[in-house]
Structures are given as structure tokens and as C-alpha cells.
């Protein structure tokens, strides 16, 4: 089983990426393609490349514009992460953009959604709402 995991969906397919299991938390990332009848799981982490992001727990996680996001997240008990990952659904490509100006603090449990639908356009972006750091709540 798994737990504290992340899921989007983007066209006709769900991701379900990272979070927590038996043995610990895990970083693999599948895609549940429902365009197919009947429906077939994908491991998208099995052919992954780029800045691959570490094992969490808890992390925001939104697609827009063939893309999906990835931020924060429980990295082990009481670290949590500010970053932020892309992977490109087309090219099996993860990026950093971490280096992008006034990064939230690392937090874990918020809000990260995308508004201006799953396919993109001129207004697509994500917003991220509170979530949860050592001793506080944003």
C-alpha cells in the first residue's frame, strides 16, 4: 500500500507520484492512461531522466500545460523541501526550478493546485495555499 502520495490528472491520464510505504517513502511515479479500454498503468519513474526528484512524502502536486509540478514535501522526519520540479509528459524529462525568485519555504500538507485548466493557456498557473513547517502552520 502507499499513503501521502501526489495525484494529478492531465488529458486523459492520472499521475500518482512519491509518498509513503511499508518500507518507507519512495520516489517512483506512474500514469494510470484511461484513453486505452481497459485502462493500463504506466511506471513513468522506470524511464525517467533528468533532475529526478528525492524521496517525500506530502508534496504539492499540479499539472498545467504538459507539464507536472512538484513542490515541497516531507524529505524525512521533520526536513522538509522548497523545491521545484517539472517533468515534461511528452519528453520523460524531470527539471529543476528551484533557482526561480521568492520560493516559498519548505513545507509539507498544502494546498498546490492548477487553475486555467489542465491544457495551459495564457492564464494557466498554479497557486499554493498554506501547508505545514516544524512548530508551525502556514
Do not use: C
Not at 15 to 22: D, E, K, N, P
Amino acid at each position: 500500500g502507499r499513503s501521502l502520495m501526489g495525484m494529478t490528472a492531465h488529458g486523459a491520464s492520472v499521475y500518482v507520484l512519491f509518498g509513503a510505504s511499508s518500507e518507507g517513502f519512495v520516489n517512483d511515479f506512474f500514469e494510470l492512461d484511461t484513453s486505452v479500454t481497459p485502462p493500463i498503468w504506466r511506471d513513468l519513474g522506470a524511464t525517467a531522466v533528468g533532475d529526478i526528484p528525492e524521496k517525500r512524502a506530502d508534496a504539492g502536486v499540479a499539472a498545467v500545460s504538459g507539464a507536472i509540478y512538484i513542490f515541497g514535501g516531507n524529505l524525512r522526519l521533520g526536513v522538509y523541501s522548497d523545491d521545484l520540479k517539472v517533468y515534461n509528459v511528452t519528453t520523460g524529462v524531470w527539471s529543476d526550478l528551484s533557482h526561480l525568485p521568492n520560493t516559498p519555504s519548505g513545507r509539507h500538507r498544502m494546498s498546490f493546485e492548477s487553475l486555467g485548466g489542465a491544457a495551459g493557456g495564457v492564464f494557466a498557473k498554479i497557486v499554493m495555499f498554506g501547508g505545514q513547517q516544524i512548530g508551525r502552520n502556514s
